[in-house]
């Protein structure tokens, strides 16, 4: 009997944990005035009581390129999942968390527009039209 009860509790599929509670990501500016986007892949790692205490980049699942590109979009996602409060856990445990950082098609000029997308429990999209640059070529008289 035992033997059933240990092959049931290995077989149930492993626990997702979910966000208690999200800050809302921005398109970092630097970054949207370089014109650069790309997905930043975090492993996360959250205490008992569910707050995220570290993050790091894994590079290897991000497609953002080169390292200065991947930094000005990783800080402020990192910054970001640290304000997370996720699922409580009788122990600590990981997760991995994809910020994908998209820039719309060129627009008109006008304000900057930006767009949040919460595909939980491991990925987020956040939208953004490009700056444009306004310049008065007048000269004057």
Known sequence: MRRILAALVSAQPPQTHYP?????PSYPRAAELAMI?????????????GRAVDARVNASASTVSPL???YLLSADAIANIQKWTLTPSSSRYSIE?????EL?????CGPSTEKVTVDLPDSITIYAAPVCAETDISKPQ
């Open 37 to 49: 986007s790309g997905k930043v892949a975090l492993a996360v790692f959250v205490n008992e009581s």
């Open 20 to 24: 208690k509670h999200i800050e809302m």
């Open 97 to 101: 968390i994809t910020y994908d950082y």
């Open 104 to 108: 719309l098609s060129v627009q008109p």
């Open 68 to 70: 200065t590109s991947l």
